[in-house]
């Protein structure tokens, strides 16, 4: 919102009236000592000045010594207010947002529910996000399993981005969350001064890693990151693969901690149940990221303009018809 970066200094307006008041004064006891010491025929001559005057228009407020004090006052006024830092919010974004997806790779996102399985179709779908994104936004890609790491680091070029996340492959951990939230929160905030939103996808529980989603939330929200959570799975659990000992192993999502990692960084949690709601979440997610207007310092534009005026008030009062003498 419009405001000012250091409104203190505005108490320095307070000389305006103080001088106005000090130029009036000073007016007036010029006008008196002229009086008192002027010679008796000057006064006539005045008096007689004054009586032909009555009959010409008067000279009005705006005299050339007025004009200057006026000019100085404005000059003054001006640099003040470009010295508290004036700022207003730009109706569009000079800077765009910094984009991680945060995706489960684990064991579990090789069920066929999805066809062919689910990371390939999340891997389609994330990769419409990517395509979305504005020209100034940065994109960024987390993998998480056992651990995190990074496939791709924060970039412009989301072409570059979208052939890293097609050539991500499926592992054989356990899942993470906590770590894939801290890692994206570490990458997308290592661009300053911009958004920073991670979009984080699972179909699991957490059961891995040296961070907890508690921990990484208070990470995420220390650092200002929004987190979008997607929830991915069919209505039942899913059988996709068996231990070394040959006991069914089960895609199960954990949809309250999705919701609570979401809930405390102030994004939003998406319910995948097929391919078609998948690819729907990813394309229409780049449309609820919220774009604030960024705050513009207009400062430059008041030193502007009281230099302007500060110019032209010595240029009267110094110049070839100058109204000091």
């Known amino acids: ?66 004009t200057v004090f006026i000019l100085f006052l404005l000059a003054l006024t001006f640099l003040i207010v470009g010295l508290a830092g004036p700022h207003i919010p730009l109706e569009t974004e000079k800077e765009g947002v910094n984009v991680v997806l945060a995706m489960d790779v684990s064991g579990s996102m090789q069920a066929t529910d999805y066809k062919p399985n689910r990371l390939e179709v999340a891997k389609k779908s994330a990769l419409l996000l990517v395509e979305s994104l504005g020209e100034k936004d940065f994109a960024g890609i987390v993998l998480f399993d056992s651990g995190a790491s990074s496939a791709a680091y924060l970039s412009p070029d989301k072409e570059k ?29 290592s661009i300053p001064d911009r958004r920073k939103v991670v979009i984080l996808l699972s179909d699991g529980e957490n059961n891995a890693g040296g961070i907890t989603p508690a921990e990484a939330v208070s990470f995420a929200k220390s650092r200002n990151i929004q987190v979008y959570t997607i929830g991915l799975g069919s209505d039942e659990p899913v059988l996709y693969d068996y231990d070394s000992f040959g006991n069914p192993l089960y895609a199960n999502l954990d949809e309250e901690n999705l919701k609570y990692i979401a809930e405390e960084t102030g994004g939003e949690y998406y319910r995948s149940v097929d391919e078609a709601t998948l690819g729907e979440i990813y394309a229409g997610i780049n449309q609820v990221i919220v774009r604030e207007a960024e705050e513009t310092d207009v400062s430059r534009v008041f030193f502007f303009l009281g230099a302007m005026f500060l110019l032209i008030a010595m240029f009267m009062a110094f110049g070839r018809r100058q109204a000091i003498p």
């Open 161 to 189: 981005v979208g052939r890293k996340l097609l050539a991500v492959s499926a592992r054989e951990g356990n899942t993470a969350i906590g770590d894939g939230l801290a890692l994206a929160t570490d990458m997308a905030d």
């Open 1 to 66: 919102m419009t405001g000012f970066y250091h409104p203190e200094l505005l108490l320095g307006l307070l000389l305006i009236p103080v001088l106005v008041y000090y130029y009036r004064h000073h007016e007036k006891h010029s006008r008196r000592r002229a009086l008192e010491f002027s010679k008796v025929s000057f006064a006539k001559a005045a008096q007689a000045a004054q009586a032909s005057a009555k009959t010409r228009p008067a000279s009005g407020f705006f005299t050339p010594k007025r």
